[in-house]
């Protein structure tokens, strides 16, 4: 069944690619609510397919497998997360800790307002393989995008671009981990004292000579 062309002809005035699109999105909706609440074991193609109420035919037009959805349902997260975050940054004060806050704050946001979100970024991608990959991709990712806004803040005054670099993968990591802690109940704070201390460490990080 993977593999199978999409038909091209038109039905009810609604082209072939826009209702490919749209069951596109419903599975893509349905791995969302499974994964972040059953888990990537029991996000099954026909778990999937009945949450959709698709036919599995429809499902491997979008996805050549299980893998493929679980990684694309992480990757709209993602996605997300990244659209929030610079625009936070972009709203937020010409000042560092009010930056720094601003984007951390949108990120913790969008994972705990939607629970599943956060679990499955955070929580779900530590045991399965292919959203481990991603995961990792992913924080590489965000690093970079940490760096390039440093640079962008401070200017001239900013450490060498690889003494940045470093610590942007260790300050988005902590973070990651940090969030990983609290999701699971390991700190007892609350998601305001989260944002502010993180906050407050990524503005230290920016003074930290480079070696």
Known sequence: MRGMAIPTRRYRGVSAEQRHHERRERLLDAGLDLLGTEGWARTTVTAVCARARLTERYFYQSFPSREHLLVAVFDRIAGE???VVLAAVAGAPYDARARARAAIAAYVELVTDDPRKGR??????LGCEALETRRRQTLHTFAQLVAVQARSF????VASRRDVELTAHFLVGGLAELLIAW?????EISRDQLVDHC?????????????
């Open 81 to 83: 997360a990244a659209e």
């Open 120 to 125: 499955i970024t955070l929580l779900e991608a």
């Open 154 to 157: 401070y200017g001239p005054a």
């Open 183 to 187: 999701l699971q109940g390991g700190l």
């Open 199 to 211: 906050a407050a460490l990524f503005v230290a990080a920016a003074q930290i000579p480079g070696g």
